[in-house]
């Protein structure tokens, strides 16, 4: 896990993606945020670079490609897989199916997007303090 890597935000809301702008800009964390609005892209972004991310925020209902979907791609992968980088679902609904084939797919995190700002921020500023401290099986470098 590369703690000083970006913070990948798979999000298609244009209105989240501000909030999460904002939160994260207040947070002042120096990873750099990307955001992608489709699955694909991401998904094209992980295979074709080097970096390693830090953490991967994703939302679950998105065009062409789910979050579900991405994740088992994602995990398919043993050159992204062996990079363990922490796939969290950040959504605005949980449907228990959802919830469970997300957990049957080895995602590290649930959440459902709180509705009020400062929730939020707590939200986010608590999974990246978790993921901050946790020691990766590739934490050696």
């Known amino acids: ?18 909030i999460l702008t ?14 992608f609005a489709e699955g694909e892209k991401a998904l094209e972004y992980l ?3 080097e970096i390693e991310p830090f953490i991967i925020f994703s ?3 998105m065009p062409k490609l789910s979050g579900i979907e991405l994740r088992e791609k ?25 919830v469970v084939d997300a957990y049957s797919k080895s995602i590290q995190g649930f959440f459902v997007k709180p509705t009020d ?12 303090s978790y993921w901050e401290a946790c020691v990766s099986p590739n934490y050696v470098k």
Do not use: C, W
């Open 1 to 18: 896990m590369n703690k000083g890597g970006p913070i990948i935000i798979i999000e298609d809301d244009l209105d989240d993606q501000d």
């Open 22 to 35: 904002d939160v994260f800009n207040e947070l002042d964390y120096k990873n750099e945020i990307i955001f």
């Open 47 to 49: 295979t074709t670079t």
């Open 59 to 61: 939302d679950i209902n």
């Open 74 to 98: 994602i995990h398919q992968n043993e050159d992204l897989r062996l990079k363990s980088i922490p796939y969290l679902f950040f959504t605005t609904s949980a449907e228990q199916r959802h």
């Open 117 to 128: 700002y400062n929730q939020i921020k707590q939200t986010i500023k608590t999974i990246v």
